[in-house]
């Protein structure tokens, strides 16, 4: 072996790529190498780096189970925050001496007669390894929206994922472009400093207020010194939120009453009632992600806020030119469109048995068993793949759940020398027939609207259909009879 072989080769070094590391770890693994893009780890929470950047699931159940935090001091913690926790993480567990920062892949090619991937970075360096775990996330390609003379603009235009932090906003006229998650984080926190902000709405989200708070150092204290009790408030959580799923996948009378509790909160927080309409969302909530903020309508309300329904036309050297012929001139135009998270989930060159590459088998929308493998991807495992993500709750529980797959799987590799396991067609197919079945009668099918979960042909790859305790149960155990397995 050379020095760049490896048993695992991981790709990103956000929670999950960190939770791979942590639990190889524990399993005895020790040859295996990240590979990070960034100059830092983090994953999302390093990219996401803009004003008001926050997490909208409360931060004792969005942690690893493993590795609770007494000290949390919000309930819905800071980017900063989290950013500093997954650090300690990786010191804690002598993580950071895998990780290589500053390194993407390019390539990754199975050769089925070693069982081997070879893997090769966009800097030329060529790595091997017997599996390839993908860590790179559902939300880490950033989506520009496609307007007519976006390049033209002469002025500064950055992407949330891509703050600028050098640029200064201070006095500045800016437009921002999406209301999704990003944007109802990014415009109350630089409305104050701004000199005017325009906001460019083509569909207006479900908003109901965040239960935010500090956490009292009496309050840390107890969770310290006796931590059934920080136990059970997550466990607590964990439950609230399992209920959310229920509303979402199979008890819409569960959502209707939840979107007059949202309705009933615009009002309050918004008197003037022309205002008030273009805010109203047209379509049944948890279609869209449902956001949780308490500063959003309030800083709509400020005088430097305005809220552009009228769609956009193009874009120019000065600013931003609406359908019904008014030119917007800007300093800045800030993108908060989100990313590219239906249309590809793997961004590089990734062939299988047979130089099959992953984007044609994905032609017609992503799709793996239980979000993981992928059938023609021999020792290919994704963590957070497709029909995995979360309306209702915490990303790392389903993390947790793939990787715990995922380590099943790397021992029985081990202990029955195989050279390569790959799971069966028919079993992907029936499993991704079931999703598509069970998908079919949530909210996000049928509520009336279009969003990122779903490709543009309408199939929605991106959210798993139920409760996490079923996936926590259906990956419990590798299923060696569901993937062909090839011994050395
Ligand atoms: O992106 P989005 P995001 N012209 O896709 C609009 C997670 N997250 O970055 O709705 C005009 O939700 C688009 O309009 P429409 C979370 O899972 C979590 O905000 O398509 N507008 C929409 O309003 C979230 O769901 C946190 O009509 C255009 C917006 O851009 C996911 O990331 C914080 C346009 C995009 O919204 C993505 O959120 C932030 C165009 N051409 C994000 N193109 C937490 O709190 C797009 N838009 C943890």
Known sequence: MNNNSYEQLIIGAGFAGICVAIQLKKAGFSNFIILERNGHLGGTWYDNAYPGAACDVESHLYSYSFEPNANWSKVFSRQGEILKYLDNCAEKYDINKYIQLNTSVAKAVFDEATGLWTVTDSNGKVYSAKSVISCAGGLSQPALPDIKGIGDFKGEKFHSARWDKSYELANKTVGVIGTGASAIQIVPAIAPVVKELQLFQRTPPWIMPKPDAEISGFRRGVYNRLPFMRSFYRWRLYWVHEMMALGFTRRPG????????????????????????????????????????????????????????????????????????????????????????????????????????????????????????????????????????????????????????????????????????????????????????????????????VSWYQTKSGKNVTLWPGFTFTFMKRTKKFEPEKYELQRQ
């Open 254 to 449: 569960i959502l209707k009453l939840a979107s007059k509790l949202a309705s009933f909160y615009l009002k309050r927080s918004v008197p003037d009632e022309t205002l008030r309409k273009k805010l109203t969302p047209n379509y049944i909530m948890g279609c869209k992600r449902v956001l949780i903020s308490n500063d959003y309508y309030p800083a709509l309300l400020r005088n430097n806020v305005h809220l552009i329904t009228e769609h956009i036309d193009t874009m120019n050297a000065s600013g931003i030119k609406t359908k019904d012929g008014v030119q917007h001139d800007f300093d800045a135009i800030i993108f908060a469109t989100g990313f590219q998270a239906a249309d590809g989930v793997v961004m590089f060159d990734l062939q299988g048995k047979n130089g099959l590459k992953l984007n044609d088998a994905w032609r017609d929308g992503a799709e793996a068993y239980l979000g993981t493998s992928v059938a023609g991807f021999p020792n290919f495992f994704m963590v957070v793949g497709p029909n995995i993500g979360l309306g209702h709750s915490s990303m790392i529980l389903m993390i947790e759940a793939q990787v715990h797959y995922i380590m099943e799987a790397m021992k029985l590799m081990k202990s029955e020398g195989l050279k390569f396991v790959d799971v069966k067609k028919e079993v992907e197919s029936a499993y991704n027939d079931d999703i598509q079945d069970k998908l079919s009668r949530t909210v996000w099918q049928s509520g009336g609207c």
